[in-house]
C-alpha cells in the first residue's frame, strides 16, 4: 500500500514563505513522488507544480518566480518552497506520486495539506 505522507501547510500572512514536503512509504518500487496540485473553495483543482526523477521541472503561470520544487531522490521525498505568498494561494495542496508500467500509469494521491494566506 502506497502512502503519500505531506506536511508544512499553516496559516502565514501575506508575502510570507512555507515549504511543503512530501514523503511515499510502503510499497513505493518505481514510485516517484512528482509535484502537487491545489484546490480552492469553489475552483478547479489545478496543478501547482512538478518535478520529474531527471530534474527537469513546470510551475503554474501563476507560481513561476515564487515557488520552487525540489527533490531527494534517496527519500524519494519531493519539496515545494513557497515564498511572495498571496491570498490567492489559499487552497488544501495534494502532492500526487505516479508508477508507470509500460503505457500504463497509476496515481497516488496525498491527504491534502491546507496552506492559508491572510491579509
Known amino acids: 500500500q502506497v502512502q503519500l505522507v505531506e506536511s508544512g501547510g499553516g496559516l502565514v500572512q501575506v508575502g510570507g514563505s512555507l515549504r511543503l514536503s512530501c514523503a511515499a512509504s510502503?510499497?513505493?518500487?518505481?514510485?516517484?513522488?512528482r509535484g502537487w496540485y491545489r484546490q480552492a473553495p469553489g475552483k478547479q483543482r489545478e496543478l501547482v507544480a512538478r518535478?520529474?526523477?531527471?530534474?527537469?521541472?513546470n510551475y503554474a503561470d501563476s507560481v513561476k518566480g515564487r515557488f520552487t520544487i525540489s527533490r531527494d531522490n534517496a527519500k524519494n521525498t519531493v519539496y515545494l518552497q513557497m515564498n511572495s505568498l498571496k491570498p490567492e494561494d489559499t487552497a488544501v495542496y495534494y502532492c500526487?506520486?505516479?508508477?508507470?508500467?509500460?503505457?500504463?500509469?497509476?496515481?497516488?494521491w496525498g491527504q491534502g495539506t491546507q496552506v492559508t494566506v491572510s491579509s
Open positions: 500526487y506520486a505516479v508508477r508507470v508500467i509500460g503505457i500504463a500509469e497509476y496515481d497516488y
Open positions: 510502503g510499497g513505493i518500487f518505481g514510485v516517484n513522488v
Open positions: 518535478i520529474r526523477s531527471g530534474g527537469s521541472t
